[in-house]
């Protein structure tokens, strides 16, 4: 009996000695209470309790946690209402804080984020709302931050998911963008008229130019045509003329160096004055040399016919 009475008494110090170890795992930690007073913080590790006196009032999840609230309605500063639902991101600094500081911290997130976006919304109208996300979303990052440091809490990103104006609203909305829409087709369409007239006339004036270029260039190209024509045919008139007098010259130089005296010379002199005048001259004007000679001629001529 007595054994048994040992062996009960072993199994039970075995299981109270094994619910005095705790394994905290990452990114957790546990709030630990000894006789209902805080008695530390256990962080990642094995830990030991003192049994019947310490408990873990609370396990705390260290990682970044997601809240998505519910719409909220708010009204803007030209007093439109909308519903506006948003999401904060946050996560536990201070696990003593987070278990000592605020009753609910999920709740008192939720109504602390709907007071803060009522009160940033009640400065901006509707237009500066739908277009200022990035700027609501910091300042209330921002103060939800502050606010809840008391509470062991970091909120480190807060985003706007939906912001959803009154029907009406969004009706007046459509209807402007469908203008706003209608009015760039116009404009652009305008401005495609535009350009083309503008590219049309820059074509027309570039052909125009190109045209009387290229007339400029066919006149110049025929004027230098024409003038080397000219010049060849004046070099070929002097070349004829230059060889006239070449044969002339040669002629009278063959007759000099035959011994020919002076009256063969008048004779041939008669001879060109005779193809000069080529029976067409009326009156011709003749040396007195040579009308000295004209009667030599004629005798000879006379005697060339006895004979």
Not at 16 to 21: E, F, G, N, R, T
Not at 214 to 220: P, R
């Amino acid at each position: 009996m007595g054994a048994v009475f040992v062996i009960v008494l072993l199994v039970i110090v075995l299981v109270v000695l094994a619910s005095c170890v705790t394994i905290v795992p990452q990114a957790h930690a546990y709030v630990v209470e000894r006789l209902g007073a805080y008695q530390g913080t256990w962080n990642v590790g094995l830990h030991l309790k003192m049994p019947f006196f310490d408990r873990i009032a609370r396990r705390v999840n260290l990682k970044e946690q997601v809240c998505d609230f519910p719409p909220q309605p708010v009204i803007t500063k030209d007093n439109v209402t909308m519903q506006i639902d948003s999401i904060v991101f946050f996560m536990i600094t201070d696990p003593r804080l987070f278990s000592y500081g605020v009753e609910n911290p999920i709740l008192a997130i939720e109504n602390l984020t709907a007071t803060t976006l009522r009160n940033i919304i009640g400065d901006m109208e509707l237009d500066q709302t739908l277009t200022s996300r990035e700027i609501i979303n910091t300042k209330m990052r921002s103060t939800l931050d502050e606010a809840t440091d008391p509470w062991g809490i970091k909120v480190t990103r807060v985003e706007l998911k939906n912001i959803t104006p009154p029907a009406a609203i969004r009706d007046a909305m459509e209807k402007q963008m469908k203008a706003e829409r209608e009015k760039r087709e116009a404009i652009l369409r305008a401005e495609g008229v535009k350009q083309a007239t503008i590219l049309e006339s820059e074509g027309k004036k570039a052909s125009q130019i190109l045209n009387a270029e290229a007339e400029k260039q066919a006149t110049i190209l025929a004027a230098e045509a024409q003038k080397e024509k000219e010049i060849r045919e004046a070099e070929g008139r002097a070349e004829a003329i230059r060889q006239v007098q070449q044969a002339n010259a040669d002629g009278i130089r063959m007759i000099k160096d035959a011994g020919a005296d002076d009256a063969v010379l008048k004779i041939k002199s008669l001879e060109a004055f005779q193809r000069a005048a080529d029976g067409k001259a009326t009156k011709i004007i003749i040396p007195s040399e040579i009308q000295g000679l004209a009667g030599l001629v004629s005798s000879l001529q006379g005697v060339a016919e006895k004979e």
